[in-house]
């Protein structure tokens, strides 16, 4: 069985502007958390006020606790165990990273956000050895969304109804999640999807509708 392209769109991870590291939210965080501002990663539940008073807009913004879930559970599904997947990550400012299927993340945020901050400083993870867990990829997201000539079907409220979709059909190709709170695709990347894909009717956060996909393909997988 061809292996499924999984690239999570447009997720923020990103280290604190520079703009932003004087502000008394982002400072009392890293203090208490012994950490130079340049250190840590944007995370709205807690530098909101710092990116409010900039007007800053942070629809997509501040969120790194979402690509976080999202590589716990993905990686863990029992679809990554039979090595069928080959994920990836984009993010908001345009990079990509490749996820070694057999990385086991950090369960700890903090420990996440460690990590995350070695790959935007060094390119990959760990910064030397044999072993790669994670690492920038140099390459456009639509040369990754459609190498090889790949179909992209988007995970999206508004799509088609899973069971309606040959699901046999998915596999070689690329499906992609919005890994964001709220908000569409962004209109470069609505123009690269082939088919979109609806798992209910309701607005699910991109960890459950992950999962509720991984599922019903793994059920497909199986002899
Ligand atoms: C939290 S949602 C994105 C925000 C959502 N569109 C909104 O405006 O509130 C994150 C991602 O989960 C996936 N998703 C959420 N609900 C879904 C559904 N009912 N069917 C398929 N995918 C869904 C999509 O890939 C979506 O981009």
């Given at each position: 069985m061809r292996?499924?392209?999984?690239?999570?769109?447009?997720?923020?991870?990103?280290?604190?502007?520079?703009?932003?590291?004087?502000?008394?939210?982002?400072?009392?965080?890293?203090?208490?958390?012994?950490?130079?501002p340049n250190k840590i990663l944007l995370y709205l539940?807690?530098?909101?006020?710092a990116l409010a008073s900039k007007g800053i807009p942070f629809e997509k913004r501040g969120r790194p606790d979402i690509l976080h879930r999202l590589l716990l559970t993905i990686l863990d599904?029992?679809?990554?165990?039979?090595?069928?997947?080959?994920?990836?990550?984009?993010?908001?400012?345009?990079?990509?990273?490749?996820?070694?299927?057999?990385?086991?993340?950090?369960?700890?945020?903090?420990?996440?956000?460690?990590?995350?901050?070695?790959?935007?400083?060094?390119g990959r993870v760990p910064p030397a050895g044999e072993t790669i867990l994670m690492e920038k990829?140099?390459?456009?997201i639509e040369e990754v969304l459609k190498e090889d000539d790949r179909k992209v079907y988007a995970l999206e409220k508004r799509g088609?109804?899973?069971?309606?979709?040959?699901?046999?059909?998915?596999?070689?190709?690329?499906?992609?999640?919005g890994g964001f709170q709220k908000g569409d695709y962004r209109e470069d990347i609505k123009a690269l999807i082939d088919y979109r894909i609806s798992l209910t009717q309701h607005t699910l956060?991109?960890?459950?509708?992950?999962?509720?996909?991984?599922?019903?393909?793994?059920?497909?997988a199986l002899p």
């Open positions: 292996k499924i392209r999984l690239v999570i769109v447009e997720t923020s991870i990103e280290k604190v502007p520079k703009e932003l590291h004087k502000h008394p939210a982002i400072e009392k965080d890293a203090k208490r958390r012994k950490r130079s539940p807690v530098h909101y006020t599904h029992p679809l990554n165990k039979m090595n069928l997947l080959e994920l990836y990550f984009h993010t908001i400012n345009d990079e990509i990273f490749w996820v070694n299927p057999e990385t086991r993340p950090p369960i700890h945020f903090y420990g996440f956000e460690g990590l995350m901050i070695q790959l935007l400083e060094k990829i140099d390459k456009t088609k109804d899973l069971s309606k979709i040959e699901i046999k059909n998915i596999y070689g190709n690329t499906v992609i999640i956060k991109a960890t459950t509708a992950a999962c509720m996909a991984l599922t019903i393909l793994y059920q497909h």
